[in-house]
T-cell receptor, first 110, second 116 residues
Framework: KQEVTQIPAALSVPEGENLVLNCSFTDSAIYNLQWFRQDPGKGLTSLLLIQSSQREQTSGRLNASLDKSSGRSTLYIAASQPGDSATYLCAVSNDYKLSFGAGTTVTVRA | NAGVMQNPRHLVRRRGQEARLRCSPMKGHSHVYWYRQLPEEGLKFMVYLQKENIIDESGMPKERFSAEFPKEGPSILRIQQVVRGDSAAYFC??????????????FGPGTRLTVT
């Protein structure tokens, strides 16, 4: 059974600082890994998708790396802004099922 | 291209009533997934459906819950005789047909069910 862990559970940083969010998973036989953003009471917004054959993906200020053999992914958010405040979820896919971590709640202070 | 649509967005039911949650996948998507997010918990897979077929319902509670994805119309998640523990956010996701290889899942805004 796939177990996904996200550390830290919460993070508070001043505006402008870089964010580093960690995700680890127990079963390395994954198809892909997705990072999502969830705002309070809202749905999930997909940020990045990394296929199992890839090492990283970049979109704007976001960069995600994947080390499948060690079961880890890291999401980097450069030059954080107050609008980045949200919960970030990591999800791994073993075939069609997504297994989610509990999330990291980020607060960026102005 | 409209995204995944779910309705209602908020649903209040009394204990013992039935709840029906609807999900319309993105255009061209024939795979639908339902996930549940209980308060203070992560999202958990419930069921995976293709048109007229339930592929995997291993995450569904054994009683009171059912799901369908008919040939025409939206996917329906049905909860009979709701209890307070069913209060949660229910998310639907869809993906295009891709055989066994997983593709990106696109999520709807969710239905927040409150049982009083």
């Amino acid at each position: 059974k796939q177990e996904v862990t996200q550390i830290p559970a919460a993070l508070s940083v001043p505006e402008g600082e870089n964010l580093v969010l960690n995700c680890s998973f127990t079963d390395s036989a994954i198809y892909n890994l997705q990072w999502f953003r969830q705002d309070p009471g809202k749905g999930l917004t997909s940020l990045l998708l990394i296929q199992s054959s890839q090492r990283e993906q970049t979109s704007g200020r976001l960069n995600a790396s994947l080390d499948k053999s060690s079961g880890r992914s890291t999401l980097y958010i450069a030059a954080s802004q107050p609008g980045d405040s949200a919960t970030y979820l990591c999800a791994v896919s073993n075939d069609y099922k997504l297994s989610f971590g509990a999330g990291t709640t980020v607060t960026v202070r102005a | 291209n409209a995204g995944v649509m779910q309705n209602p967005r908020h649903l209040v039911r009394r204990r013992g009533q039935e709840a029906r949650l609807r999900c319309s996948p993105m255009k061209g998507h024939s795979h639908v997934y339902w996930y549940r997010q209980l308060p203070e918990e992560g999202l958990k897979f419930m069921v995976y459906l293709q048109k007229e077929n339930i592929i995997d319902e291993s995450g569904m509670p054994k009683e009171r819950f059912s799901a369908e994805f008919p040939k025409e119309g939206p996917s329906i998640l049905r909860i009979q005789q709701v209890v307070r523990g069913d209060s949660a956010a229910y998310f639907c996701a869809s993906s295009p047909p891709a055989g066994r290889a997983a593709t990106e899942q696109y999520f709807g805004p969710g239905t927040r069910l409150t049982v009083t």
